[in-house]
């Protein structure tokens, strides 16, 4: 059980994929204007991070089995490109306003690099490895990557009603906030491995 705290505590704050390791940067810029399109974003990539590294992490033992884990890449990709197609059609489905606010950003989650990095990272990284454990860590990443995309969206939302200078109005002031994030999430480096 204190491995499992270690795995959540790991992925969500010290090495949050998009504050710490920078993956996943694109829908974190894009769909962190208001906090209803951030979490829902956050909810798909949590499903899709956690999803991913359950499949990712079977096919890797059968690619290794067989010897062709060289193909590691191109198959979590298409893993990956799968499992978003399936959640574009639910978020369609069922929450068509959800779906018309993500836009474009709900089929960019394919090439979001968080979510490969997490399937590449249960694989070649998790000390103890068990297919448990990378599930843990799909979770927990996707968990830090919506804290830290509501954070920002809310953050944003705040920045619309202030009075900042010209020069700094939209993304610059963005980008400073987002660093100033960053920084903060440095603090938890310290913290573990």
Do not use: H
Request: with cysteine.
């Amino acid at each position: 059980m204190p491995y499992v705290i270690l795995i959540i505590i790991n992925a969500v704050f010290v090495n949050n994929f998009i504050l710490s390791q920078f993956l996943g940067i694109c829908p974190f810029l894009g769909v962190s204007k208001k906090t209803e399109t951030a979490l829902g974003m956050g909810c798909a990539v949590i499903f899709v991070m956690g999803v991913a590294s359950v499949i990712t992490y079977g096919l890797n033992l059968l690619l290794v089995e067989v010897g062709i884990q060289y193909l590691q890449t191109i198959v979590f990709i298409l893993v990956i490109a799968s499992l978003i197609q399936i959640v574009e059609v639910v978020v369609k489905r069922f929450s068509p306003s959800l779906y018309s606010a993500l836009g474009v950003y709900l089929p960019l989650i394919t090439t979001n690099c968080a979510v490969l990095g997490v399937a590449i990272m249960n694989v070649t990284s998790l000390a103890e490895q068990t297919v448990w454990y990378a599930f843990i860590n799909g979770i927990a990443s996707g968990v830090g990557f919506t804290i830290a995309i509501l954070i920002l969206a809310g953050i944003r939302e705040k920045l619309e009603t202030s009075d900042i200078p010209k020069p700094f109005k939209g993304f610059p002031i963005t980008l400073i906030a987002a660093s100033l994030m960053s920084m903060g999430f440095a603090a938890f480096s310290g913290l573990m491995f």
